[in-house]
């Protein structure tokens, strides 16, 4: 009896530390306010749910307040949520050895939450816009940081506003630091290592500081982006049709002629072919302004489409606007349920030698415990066979059932197009916004990156759990089969159909860690230009193809524009949520 309360508490105190439904129901609705602009609910939710409050929740609470902040227009709260974010990571990694243990007894959502690759990316990115756009205005918000005392609207002077611009500069400079360490960590995999908006949002932070020197690190960087597009960038569906057979063998790349790869494993597609041209535009057209002398030879080394070359050579002055696209909501990210057969692993010839070596040592101590064994030092082959065939049965009916999570993602099928009008209303410029950040792309990969180092950490988790449920099963058969053994058989099919009810219970517990930076955009677009001093009006013109005839596709109006320098770049930020 004791072993059975032993049993059964540990049994418990296992699915008790695993059975959390992780707050889905309060992300669920921070996401449906955030989407439908409902910025004072959403930051409502974040601030007083209980599942936000929890410390393992700290960082997505950062990055929610974040984005929350920025697409309501409080980019100064934005910063100081997002600065804390970018603290609490590089602390974070310090102490996640000491979450090992607790891992490895409960599932993914007992454990802190560190914010994927690319969601760590993405604070350098929303801290270096941030920063930008208060410099660009001028002024910070008026807010409350206790939700009690007020204070005011702040214009900031010269000098303040310097630090802002700079501040946007060193950003850029922090983000390029943390890829490269997560670029040596990752050396040799085809994963979500470097990001292609650190380089050409990046070149527009650098264009719009306007020195010599940060011009020619903007030229740089776009320069290293079609470098990024053809090495890393190719891994996404979004940019080659080939991608599957291209992460297949990006070990074996580096050492192939650029032309073979090339030809054998890259498919453009129409959005590659448009970022190729946006960063050939941005390369010559600033190689043209200050370096004319490399010009005509890096025309002959990119051979850039006649499009692009016409409207370089039209370039006279630097650009004074640029225009930063964020579109639609990241794809969910949601559980996925996924089956450990037991049985069929012990046969299955595919199956790895570690996990056929694991559902066979489960299998055999299901046969000891349950006494399907015969007793050691008898000869009876014919029962051992038998005993472990029914162990087999037992363990292969209680299949190990788990979740992992994945990211719902749709493949892109719009194409963006700026629209300038001048103070009378009549266009006067219309030019691709070009996609840069494929999020969904990128957040499935590295979610599909997780999800399979989990599959291994839950299954060797599960095995504990179905451990502790045999020998609950054991003590259960003990108590029942009495002294005599009169009960035998009735007390082993009571032990196994325990055993099946139990492994129910685990499958159960087991949910797969589906938080995520819910509110990021779906993707990320930008594009630039020179315009005179004046008035305009900006409006999107967003069709199903890259050539779709002018006046076809919906408009979307991003409202005036007053362009007051020829030498200050004008950011324009755009956020849609649909």
Not at 72 to 79: E, K, P, R, T
Request: hydrophobic letters at 40%; aromatic letters at 10%.
């Amino acid at each position: 009896m004791v072993i059975k309360k032993i049993s059964c508490f540990i049994l418990i105190a296992l699915l008790v530390t695993s059975c959390s439904s992780g707050g889905r129901k309060s992300r669920a609705q921070l996401r449906e306010q955030f989407q439908t602009g409902q910025f004072e609910a959403a930051l409502k939710t974040v601030r007083e749910s209980d599942y936000y409050k929890e410390k393992n929740e700290e960082l997505l609470k950062l990055m929610e307040l974040g984005m929350i902040h920025h697409a309501a227009g409080n980019y100064y709260q934005s910063v100081l949520e997002l600065n804390k974010a970018k603290e609490l990571v590089q602390r974070l990694y310090t102490e996640r050895l000491s979450q090992k243990m607790k891992k490895a007894i409960a599932n993914d959502n007992y454990d802190i939450f560190y914010g994927a690759s690319y969601e760590r990316s993405m604070i350098h990115f929303y801290l270096a816009l941030n920063h930008y756009l208060i410099w660009q205005r001028g002024w910070y918000e008026a807010y409350s940081p206790d939700g009690k005392n007020q204070i005011a609207q702040k214009t900031l002077t010269p000098s303040e506003r310097n630090t802002e611009i700079l501040a946007a500069r060193a950003e850029i400079v922090a983000w390029d630091s943390f890829l490269q360490t997560l670029k040596n960590d990752k050396l040799g995999e085809s994963v979500f290592k470097n990001d292609m908006l650190a380089k050409t949002f990046g070149g527009l932070i650098h264009e719009a500081i306007g020195t010599r020197n940060d011009q020619q690190i903007a030229l740089q960087l776009y320069k290293d982006a079609k470098e990024l597009l053809l090495k890393n960038y190719n891994g996404y569906k979004t940019f080659n049709s080939n991608y599957k057979k291209f992460k297949q063998d990006f070990e074996k790349l580096p050492k192939m002629k650029l032309e073979d790869v090339k030809k054998n494993y890259v498919s453009p597609t129409n959005y590659q072919k448009s970022l190729e041209d946006f960063l050939d535009y941005k390369v010559l057209y600033l190689t043209k302004l200050i370096r004319p002398q490399d010009f005509k030879k890096l025309v002959g080394i990119y051979n850039p489409s006649k499009d692009v070359l016409d409207q370089v050579n039209k370039e006279k002055k630097f650009h004074n606007i640029s225009l930063v696209f964020q579109d639609g909501m990241i794809p969910k990210k949601v559980a996925d349920k996924q089956y450990y057969g037991l049985g069929k692993a012990l046969n299955d010839p595919k199956t790895s030698a570690i996990a056929r070596f694991g559902a066979a040592v489960l299998t055999v101590f299901a046969a000891q415990q349950l006494r399907l064994l015969p007793p050691p030092g008898s000869y009876n082959p014919g029962g051992s066979y038998m005993g472990i065939k029914m162990a087999e049965a037992t363990v292969a009916g209680a299949a190990i059932s788990f979740e992992l999570p994945k990211i719902l993602n749709t493949p892109e099928n719009e194409f963006s197009f700026l629209q300038v009008y001048d103070s009378a209303g009549k266009l006067i410029e219309e030019r691709p916004v070009t996609l840069v950040n494929p999020m969904g792309d990128i957040a499935e990969e590295a979610i599909a990156e997780e999800a399979t180092a989990r599959y291994f950490r839950t299954g060797a988790r599960l095995a504990t759990k179905h451990a502790a449920a045999i020998a609950a099963s054991f003590a259960t058969y003990s108590a029942m089969k009495g002294k005599n053994k009169n009960n035998d058989f009735f007390a082993r099919q009571a032990a196994v159909l325990q055993y099946l009810a139990v492994s129910k219970g685990i499958e159960a517990s087991e949910r797969a860690d589906t938080r995520f930076w819910s509110t990021l955009p779906s993707n990320l677009r930008l594009t630039s230009m020179y315009l005179p001093k004046g008035d305009y009006q900006f409006k999107l013109r967003i069709t199903t193809g890259p050539n779709a005839p002018a006046g076809t596709g919906r408009i979307v109006g991003l409202g005036p524009v007053k362009v007051d320098s020829e030498d200050r770049v004008r950011l324009v930020n755009f956020r849609t949520y649909q």
